[in-house]
C-alpha cells in the first residue's frame, strides 16, 4: 500500500485548505483511512479518521472545523480544514489502517508529510 498526499501549503488565519490522499497498490477497502499531523517538538496526534463504512472521528482541538470524507472505491481520503489557526501549522500525515487476517493483526500505512503552515 502506498499512499501519496497532497494539498499542503501556506494559508492566512481563517483560511482553508483541502488534502488529498490517495492509496495505490491496494486491491482492499483500507478499514481506516484518516490524517494524523505533527507540530514542531510535538508527538503526532490524531486529526481525523474515517472508516470504510463512513463513520468517523475527530481530534478535539477540531471542534467543527474539518471536515474528513472519503471515496471508498478509489481509497482516496480528503480532509477540509477551514477556519485554520496559527496553531494547526504542522506536517500532516496520510494513515491508512488496516486489519490483515492473515496477520491477525492491525497495520498503519503512512504517507509522507505535507506541510501546513497557517500564518500571516
Known amino acids: 500500500v502506498q499512499l501519496q498526499a497532497s494539498g499542503g501549503g501556506l494559508v492566512q488565519p481563517g483560511g482553508s485548505l483541502r488534502l488529498s490522499c490517495a492509496a495505490s497498490e491496494v486491491a482492499f477497502s483500507i478499514n481506516y483511512m484518516g490524517w494524523y499531523r505533527q507540530r514542531p517538538g510535538r508527538q503526532r496526534e490524531l486529526v481525523a479518521k474515517i472508516t470504510s463504512g463512513g463513520s468517523t472521528d475527530y481530534g478535539e482541538f477540531v471542534k467543527g472545523r474539518f471536515t474528513i470524507s472519503r471515496d471508498g472505491i478509489k481509497n482516496s481520503v480528503y480532509l477540509q480544514m477551514n477556519n485554520l489557526k496559527p496553531e494547526d501549522t504542522a506536517v500532516y500525515y496520510c494513515?491508512?489502517?488496516?486489519?490483515?487476517?492473515?496477520?491477525?493483526?492491525?497495520?498503519?500505512?503512512w504517507g509522507q508529510g505535507t506541510q501546513v503552515t497557517v500564518s500571516s
Open positions: 494513515n491508512g489502517r488496516h486489519y490483515y487476517s492473515d496477520l491477525n493483526d492491525w497495520y498503519d500505512h
